[in-house]
């Protein structure tokens, strides 16, 4: 019998967890983080796992209603729980770019750095292009916006050969705009 409760119970979380994913899927933010937040006292007593997730995913909603540093707060705390396993490492440095992309909306670019060198670090020693390829793409809007163009064509150029045989046309796309932003400016045109 306890097997059974225990497995509507988790049933009827997934369900609570999946109703905050499609309500920020749906763009209904401030619906999201209330979903989140009643759900925040189930997750605090999980394993640091689940709790990585929760927070991230909290952190990723306070970051898409523009508040920054209430998503800097919640990844931080996601990344205080130490892992454990690969997927768990794999996680914490996404969520270090997560940070650095919030970091980049509050203009302080180099702390952003610092978070991109962490990924870049993990991404590079377990040979994950797709996702350096990714963060070396955000490096080189960073350096645009502190007017370093030398060094954004360069990390553009560097994602954009990572990304070259991935499927995601979007990120090739954004990889090559930003590499053509990056010429201009250093040209000066």
């Given at each position: 019998m306890h097997v059974i409760n225990q497995t509507k119970v988790e049933l009827k979380l997934n369900r609570?967890?999946?109703r905050c994913i499609t309500a920020r899927a749906e763009g209904k933010y401030e619906l999201a983080l209330r979903r989140h937040l009643r759900l925040q006292p189930v997750f605090d007593k999980a394993e640091p796992k689940y709790r990585r997730h929760f927070y991230c995913g909290?952190?990723?909603?306070y970051r898409l209603l523009g508040r920054n540093v209430e998503a800097i707060r919640q990844y931080e705390t996601a990344l205080r729980l130490e892992p454990t396993d690969e997927e768990g490492r794999q996680v914490c440095a996404s969520?270090?770019?997560n940070i650095a992309y919030a970091l980049v909306d509050l203009n302080q670019l180099e702390e952003a750095h610092a978070f991109l060198d962490h990924a870049e670090e993990y991404f590079s020693q377990t040979n994950d292009d797709a996702n350096l390829g990714e963060t070396r793409l955000t490096r080189a809007d960073v350096y645009f916006m502190q007017g370093k163009f030398t060094e954004a064509c360069?990390?553009?150029?560097s994602a954009l050969t990572l990304l070259w045989f991935?499927?995601?046309s979007g990120a090739k796309d954004r990889a090559?705009?930003?590499?053509m932003r990056c010429w201009q400016a250093s040209r000066g045109s």
């Open positions: 609570s967890v999946r909290l952190g990723r909603t969520i270090e770019c360069g990390a553009a150029y991935y499927f995601d090559v705009e930003t590499l």
